[in-house]
């Protein structure tokens, strides 16, 4: 076939036609699949020829959604998971044993530190985090039991972007997996294949979906990786429901115009913010001002849905603000048609130290955004009043 864009693949790389001639996928809420006879059974089971057998293992919902994912990152296969900690859960876990070691980015998602710090300990797995403003200290933390490199990019909630192209060749290197969290770029603005990762983990909870709805997630690369990825999956039952699966599988049909609005709206939300008297400092991979721009214009297509911001006035200014926002909705999620606020340090990243809170850039007063696809102005007048009324 020939090759098609991104927006293109998104749409029309979809299941085949049912008997019934559907123009849009049908729904596929069944639990197991039925033989046609004891011989196709056991060449199924004995996976001599593809087909569905029971929804745990594979689905045609979950199936359309992972071969669309599959296109849009350029991996060979992959595979849906019931959320996005699943997905980065079983992207170790299925890969990883008893005295392994992974090297990891210091500001990781708060539950992948949880697995990190405090469950795979109990399986004698270890790790250690290096810092993105410190390159050259990667090296001397891969030891000989070293298998994987884990990384966010851009990070939540610092926004820090790391360099793919160099990590891919660190990891070759050394002979590691190289798993990248592309859950803040989408495959519309990142594909970090393109720079040497084995593996890419999604939460489709998030941008994918886009519209606040299900949870899911998604783990996709090299062919012999997704294999072990997928035993452990079939065997230990994270898989993502079809329902979710045919949601998502619409939603990335608008990824890629809802992705250039939420950007264009960042972009402007961060301008704005940027000359405000009141704030002290904003972050944002397009803005100019950011530390790594640069390489977040070299391996990013525009600079993502989420902009931070620090408060003059610490803490207690930055609830007050919450507290005062009218429109903007104060929630944990990310990635939403609406736009939410949320204040790092006393919810999603609570579970860390203060130490380890200031580690990776989480300030007392810092405010994520997470910019909606609401008009511009409506945003921007919301977050200006807020910020006067918390004066
Ligand atoms: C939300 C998120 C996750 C976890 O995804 P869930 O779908 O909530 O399980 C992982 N990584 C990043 C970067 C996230 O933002």
């Not at 410190?134 to 298998?147: A, L």
């Not at 709206?265 to 904003?282: F, G, I, P, R």
């Amino acid at each position: 076939m020939e090759k098609r864009n991104f927006e293109t693949d998104a749409i029309r790389a979809q299941s085949e036609r049912s008997s019934n001639r559907e123009h849009s996928v049908p729904l596929y809420l069944t639990s197991s699949f039925v033989f046609e006879d004891a011989e196709q059974a056991r060449a199924l089971f004995a996976d001599e020829i593809p087909g569905n057998i029971y929804t745990r293992f594979s689905n045609p919902n979950n199936t359309e959604f992972i071969e669309k994912m599959c296109l849009l990152e350029g991996t060979e296969d992959g595979i849906a998971t019931a959320s996005g900690m699943a997905a980065m859960y079983i992207s170790m876990a299925s890969l990883l044993k008893a005295g392994d070691h992974v090297l990891a980015s210091r500001s990781v998602f708060g539950s992948t530190h949880q697995i990190l710090n405090v469950i795979f300990p109990r399986f004698n797995i270890s790790y250690s985090y290096a810092d993105i403003a410190d390159p050259n200290s990667w090296e001397s933390k891969i030891q000989p039991n070293t298998k994987m490199i884990f990384v966010e990019t851009p990070s939540n909630p610092a926004l820090d972007i790391i360099d793919l192209e160099w990590l891919g060749k660190l990891a070759n290197k050394h002979k590691l997996i190289l798993n990248v969290d592309n859950c803040f770029a989408t495959p519309y603005l990142q594909n970090p294949v393109k720079w040497g990762a084995h593996l890419v983990t999604h939460s489709a909870t998030k941008f994918i979906d886009g519209q606040g709805r299900v949870i899911g997630g998604a783990v996709l690369g090299k062919k012999e990786l997704i294999k072990e990825v997928r035993f452990f999956a079939r065997h230990t039952g994270p898989s993502m429901a079809p329902f979710n699966a045919w949601v998502l599988s619409k939603s990335l049909e608008t990824l890629a115009v809802r992705m250039e609005r939420h950007c264009q709206n960042a972009l402007e939300l961060a301008n704005y913010l940027e000359t405000h008297s009141e704030v002290l400092k904003v972050k944002y991979p397009f803005l100019p001002s950011h530390p790594q721009h640069q390489l977040a214009k070299k391996q990013m297509k525009l600079g993502g849905g989420v902009v931070t911001f620090e408060i003059k006035g610490g803490i207690e200014r930055g609830r007050k603000f919450l507290n005062s926002l009218k429109m903007l909705s104060h929630s944990a999620n990310l990635g939403d048609t609406r736009s939410i606020a949320t204040h790092p340090a006393s919810t999603t990243h609570s579970k860390l130290s203060e130490e380890e809170r200031l580690a990776v850039g989480i300030m007392p007063g810092l405010v994520r955004v997470s910019v909606g696809l609401e008009n511009i102005q409506d945003i921007i007048n919301d977050m200006e009043q807020a910020i006067k009324a918390s004066s």
